[in-house]
Nanobody, 131 residues
Framework: QVQLVESGGGSVQSGGSLRLSCAAS????????MGWFRQIPGKEREGVAA?????????SYADSVKGRFTISQDNGKNTLYLEMNSLKPEDTAMYYC???????????????????????WGQGTQVTVSS
């Protein structure tokens, strides 16, 4: 089983920045679609960003975060990051790291299909942006 542990969440003022990290362990497949999702109480979990690890490193972003958030991974592919800049109160949510092994379509496709296409999840890290 793949284990994912998020960290880096916290409370910031509007316009501030945070860097989320996701430490992965137990991965055995050569290719994963790695993503960040977020969920606000009472609303559906939504995709934030994804990266095709082992598939060229192509990235995908939700329209709401394009130009503000950046997804990346370290050289050893053991840690996933989400650099969040120009944070807005609407970004307040529980952020989750997720993974899908051996994608047959592009990571971007799975990302747009939603969280149900991802098999492994972290426990989440809370991000709160105040105005």
């Amino acid at each position: 089983q793949v284990q994912l542990v998020e960290s880096g969440g916290g409370s910031v003022q509007s316009g501030g920045s945070l860097r989320l990290s996701c430490a992965a362990s137990g991965a055995t497949d050569s290719r994963y679609c790695m993503g960040w999702f977020r969920q606000i109480p009472g609303k559906e979990r939504e995709g934030v960003a994804a990266i095709d690890s082992g598939g060229g490193g192509r990235t995908s972003y939700a329209d709401s975060v394009k130009g503000r958030f950046t997804i990346s991974q370290d050289n050893g592919k053991n840690t996933l990051y989400l650099e969040m800049n120009s944070l807005k109160p609407e970004d307040t949510a529980m952020y989750y790291c997720a993974a899908r092994p051996t994608p047959y379509y592009t990571c971007g496709y799975y990302f747009t299909q939603g969280p149900a296409r991802f098999a492994y999840w972290g426990q989440g890290t809370q991000v709160t942006v105040s105005s």
